[in-house]
């Protein structure tokens, strides 16, 4: 599918300059010369009234004067003019546009005005604007050099997308003596209407694309960042350099972009979880550039390192097991081949030091020797430039044993002059290359990082338990109770019933607001029993004293209602206390205090927190975070990622703790969080896990009213498992069929469903021959982000198994308003209408995501696709350029 509103941004036929001009120091000026001097094929149109002629070429006073269709309109006029300008952009029909006028919501309430009068002039136009304030866009293959800087990229599979200008520009100035070719560099600027989404939508599809580099300052639109950011991760390499990451750097980027700029450590969960490696520095982005533009995966974390000296070999090793990767335990058959290849005094290990003197054959041999290991998932190479080595001869055989290997294989030549002639070599084979041996262990922990990450990403939570199915209404009217009295914060009995309606095991606790009704529930309780301050106005009870332990008679229970209450009311007079709260005491044995918060972060909404718990909690700043919704998988990387983690075991007399019973409490947060959009704070401490079972001893929960407008998940950055999705129609013939989304456990019966369908069915679906589905289809098509697509999936129960017999689906096309579907029944489920079933609810869908128009291509000779399709509304129209393909559409 062509993301057709932003590839004329990268592909267009034609191209008019606004502005330009011969006058020295020109914006447009410039833009217009390195259109010519890239070699830009199409036609190329200098657009301006005060001239007759610009470099030679006619020069024409509107676009109406110009006598031919153009696809990309390039802005460089005073800010004033824009608007007007992409008014007669819509009516020449031209539908995208640059804008590297400056001058705009950077220059305060006026110029945020004018950038305002701009995104409404390029609504109105149907125009996608790149910018304003941009350095521009390039698609080096295409001869498409649209912006104002000196630097012209050679061509090439690395993608660029950046805030800055001036990183595009260093970043294009490093890649040229290094031959790093670029498939597209794109500069946002301001970002007022193409953002990082719309660029990695088309990224994503992009052949040309092989890996993706992010310079980010600030996030708009979270979903639409994350919705694109997937999609690209599944299919390439993303690597993230993210400024703003101190308050004084997020003032700044603030003020550079307009954007809000979110918590560091929440926006490196984010590209955990979006499959993205996050880098810190420029530097860092560079490697990244190298490691991935070569093209290399690492299917593992062990690595082996060859080297010509010990201390280089050292200080790589460090640094690679410091960044997550592992040095290779080399096998029996290598270590006799290095045996035989080196010198006795030989490091006989990992690194594998071949000694100073080693001439290129010694460490060619030792390197291939390595490569061919199956303990060994990739290979650093490091030299330095003794006396007695050629670096040259020893650079050669690295790119001969490279070139012969699927693993990646990354060089350290040390030093300047004497390897200044192996680097050179390096880059002309593209092999990535680095001046020292830290540096290369990081960018071979790139490419760990990002197969780690991977993982996390192609993690789909399913639906709501069905077990234990949460009470979703009764904690809403909780909480709606709790705002109609004017409140946002629950108190802890409302706290503990909204954990208890989602089934997450609570202590009873009961509200006494005297000495006496405290004795009472005392002794309903059993002795010994907790006393806790209750106060909506206390946030934390540690703060006045107010909590009580061990109680074990009436006489402490009496007394430490009196202490508590006494003592609340002289630490904070202007609070209101309500009383105690009274529970039962929780055995200490083998017991762990753990903690969970969930906070709302401005840009990508709930965050979900775990670590130690207790009154330290903040001091010893133990945490994980995660991106909701949370399945198995992310909940062990997230706790896996704390210190108390090695608590959990067993040690001393203590026996490991009931870690099942702490993901189930996570899920169960997680899914609390997806489904009350109310819910902004939520923090459980301590949560007591022992190895029997872990229970919420304390509770606090902060709530707000969720906005009229906001669609069903629309506070998530994520959009989780649609479960109000989920339908069970009985068929004509007394069937029961339930239509649901689909969600990635469904792969084996994705592919069971395709397998079974017949030859010419099958073509119909793909239009080509296939037998089954590659790993890859498998995974797109079961593995789906729900905001952006929708994938419904028939099935009944046969022998209590599940059996697909029917898919409908639909993926939007960003930045509009349409989307195109596929649909496919079984052949021996068919005239059943299951398929008029499936369609019916995949409309439904996409109309209440605000899609206007569906649209699709059918096979002229798929007769009964075609009626089915009639008889749903749609229109029925031959394919212009192909007889053999109807193009079908339906406005919902």
């Not at 498992?721 to 792969?747: F, K, N, S």
Request: proline share 5%.
């Amino acid at each position: 599918m062509r993301l057709s509103d932003v590839d004329q941004l990268f592909v267009p036929s034609a191209v008019a300059v606004f502005g330009a001009s011969d006058r020295e120091g020109s914006v447009a000026g410039m833009v217009f010369r390195n259109l010519l001097a890239g070699g830009f094929k199409s036609g190329c149109y200098p657009i301006n009234p005060k001239y007759e002629q610009v470099g030679g070429e006619r020069c024409y006073p509107n676009l109406a004067a110009l006598d031919k269709h153009v696809e990309l309109a390039l802005i460089a006029t005073p800010a004033e003019k824009v608007a007007g300008i992409l008014d007669q952009c819509g009516e020449a029909g031209v539908r995208a546009a640059v804008v590297h006028s400056a001058g705009f919501a950077e220059r305060g309430e006026r110029g945020a005005a004018l950038q305002e009068k701009l995104v409404e002039a390029a609504r109105r136009n149907r125009v996608r604007v790149l910018g304003p304030n941009c350095l521009g866009v390039m698609r080096p293959s295409h001869g498409l050099n649209a912006t104002f800087g000196h630097e012209q990229a050679l061509p090439g599979h690395v993608a660029l997308v950046s805030q800055s200008g001036a990183v595009c520009t260093a970043m294009l100035d490093w890649a040229g003596p290094r031959r790093i070719g670029y498939s597209a560099v794109v500069s946002l600027g301001a970002a007022a209407d193409v953002d990082f989404g719309d660029v990695l939508d088309y990224l994503a599809l992009d052949a040309q694309t092989h890996s993706i580099l992010l310079y980010v300052e600030g996030i708009r639109d979270a979903r639409r960042f994350m919705s694109g950011l997937r999609a690209a991760a599944r299919l390439k390499p993303v690597v993230v350099v993210k400024t703003g990451r101190h308050p004084a750097g997020s003032r700044a980027a603030k003020s550079h972009t307009g954007a809000w700029v979110g918590s560091t450590e929440v926006f490196r969960a984010v590209m955990e979880r979006g499959g993205a490696v996050q880098v810190d520095t420029l530097d860092q982005l560079f490697a990244a550039a190298q490691v991935f533009g070569a093209g290399r995966r690492i299917s593992g974390h062990r690595i082996a390192i060859v080297t010509n000296g010990g201390g280089p070999g050292v200080l790589a090793a460090d640094r690679a097991v410091e960044l997550g990767l592992s040095l290779a335990t080399l096998s029996d058959e290598t270590r006799a081949e290095l045996e035989k290849l080196l010198p006795e005094h030989w490091s006989h290990g990992n690194p594998i030091d071949v000694i100073g003197d080693a001439p290129a054959a010694r460490y060619g041999g030792a390197l291939r020797a390595c490569l061919a290991d199956a303990n060994v998932d990739g290979v650093l190479a490091i030299l330095a430039p003794v006396a007695s080595v050629d670096p040259t001869a020893v650079a050669r055989e690295v790119i001969e044993a490279a070139a012969k290997t699927r693993k990646p294989v990354l060089a350290c030549w040390m030093g300047a002059t004497r390897v200044a002639e192996a680097h050179a070599l390096f880059s002309e084979h593209g092999l990535p290359h680095y001046d020292l041996p830290e540096a290369a262990a990081e960018a071979l922990s790139f490419l760990g990082r990002q197969q780690r990450n991977q993982k996390l990403l192609m993690q789909s939570p399913g639906p709501l338990s069905q077990q234990l199915m949460p009470d979703v209404e009764g904690a809403r009217l909780i909480i709606e109770g709790v705002m109609a009295e004017g409140r946002k914060t629950l108190g802890t009995i409302e706290a503990k019933a909204i954990l208890a309606a989602f089934r997450i095991p609570t202590t009873q606790t009961v509200l006494a607001r005297s000495p006496n009704e405290a004795l009472i529930a005392a002794e309903a309780l059993s002795f010994p029993v907790v006393m806790k301050i209750n106060s909506p106005d206390i946030r934390y009870k540690s703060d006045v004293d107010g909590v009580r332990l061990n109680l074990t008679d009436a006489q402490s229970v009496r007394r430490a209602y009196i202490e508590l209450t006494e003592r609340a009311r002289s630490l904070r007079p202007e609070a209101k206390i309500e009383g105690v709260t009274v529970e039962h005491m929780i055995p200490t044995r083998a017991a762990r205090e753990l903690m969970v918060r969930v906070a709302r972060d401005p840009i990508f909404g709930p965050v979900i927190s775990f670590g130690a718990g207790g009154t330290d909690t903040d001091v010893l700043a133990d945490r994980a975070l995660g991106l909701p919704p949370l399945n198995a998988f992310i909940i062990q990387t997230m706790v896996e990622h704390t210190r108390v983690a090695r608590l959990m075991g067993a040690f001393g007399n203590m026996p490991p703790m009931n870690r099942q019973a702490l993901a189930r409490i996570l899920q169960r947060v997680s899914e609390m969080v997806c489904e009350l959009a109310e819910v902004i704070e939520l923090e459980i401490n301590p949560l007591i896990g022992n190895d029997l079972d872990v229970i919420a001893v304390d509770a606090r929960i902060q709530v707000t009213y969720r906005p009229p407008q906001m669609p069903v998940y629309g506070h998530m950055a994520i959009h989780p498992y649609p479960q109000h999705l989920i339908e069970r129609v009985p068929l004509p013939d007394g069937t029961d069929l339930t239509i649901r989304p689909i969600r990635p456990e469904d792969a084996q019966m994705e592919q069971d469903f395709v397998r079974g369908l017949s030859e010419q069915t099958k073509y119909f679906r793909f239009m080509q021959a296939i037998k089954e589905l590659t790993p890859e289809m498998l995974v797109r098509f079961t593995q789906i982000d729900y905001d952006r697509e929708m994938a419904l999936i028939g099935v009944v129960v046969d022998q209590g198994q599940e059996v697909e017999v029917g898919v409908a689906r639909y993926m939007s096309r960003p930045g509009g308003d349409t989307c195109e579907f596929a649909i496919v029944v079984s052949d021996a489920w068919r005239n059943r209408g299951i398929g008029a079933r499936l369609m019916r609810s995949l409309m439904s869908n996409a109309r209440a995501k605000g899609l206007r128009i569906m649209d699709g291509e059918v096979l002229s000779a798929n007769t009964r696709m075609l009626a089915l399709v009639k008889s749903l509304g749609f229109s029925i129209e031959s394919d212009r350029l192909d007889p053999s393909v109807k193009q079908v559409s339906k406005v919902l």
